[in-house]
């Protein structure tokens, strides 16, 4: 379990730095689907009698239009006797991502339209990508969801915090 966290940690740092986070992410989806659907794939990544040479050849040829980081990560599992757990990394690389993803995604929702300049400043500022959303159920005001935190200060929810007030009196 710990190579695991420690391949697909280390392959998310380095497609982070290079800024390859999406491509490796779909690249590497690719090869999980490979691995469980071709036999000789997975031969060629298990099996003891091709040479390490012939191995990264083949693996060069194959994925010649892959991202060199792609390749030289498949080339290293096999080399480590790793390729076992491609799948398991694969899928724990899609996890950070994701998180990743997540964190740097922002829903607004409002009653009423924001400026498009507001909304490129807001983004630049929170170096973030914004999603805005237009819900005139909220009355006014706004709320912001990032993930699964919502941040809700709607005249709607102030309205109905009023409403169990008052009934509870």
Not at 68 to 73: D, K, M, N, Q, R
Request: charged letters at 25%.
């Amino acid at each position: 379990m710990n190579k695991i966290s420690t391949y697909s940690n280390t392959l998310f740092n380095i497609a982070e730095q290079n800024d390859l986070l999406s491509k490796t992410a779909s690249q590497l989806l690719q090869i999980k689907c490979l691995y469980k659907t071709e036999p000789d794939f997975r031969l060629l990544c298990e099996s003891k009698r091709i040479k390490q040479s012939a191995k990264k050849d083949i693996l060069n040829n194959v994925f010649e239009s892959f991202e060199p980081i792609i390749v030289e990560f498949l080339y290293i599992l096999i080399n480590q006797k790793c390729s076992k757990y491609i799948i398991q990394i694969v899928d724990k690389f899609q996890k950070l991502v994701d998180k990743k993803q997540v964190a740097h995604k922002i829903e607004i929702i409002t009653a009423n339209k924001i400026d498009d300049h507001v909304i490129q400043e807001l983004s630049q500022k929170l170096n973030c990508k914004l999603s805005i959303t237009i819900d005139e159920a909220i009355i006014g005001g706004i709320k912001l969801r990032q993930g699964n935190k919502i941040f809700d200060n709607s005249i709607a929810l102030q309205i109905n915090n009023l409403k169990k007030t008052l009934y509870n009196v």
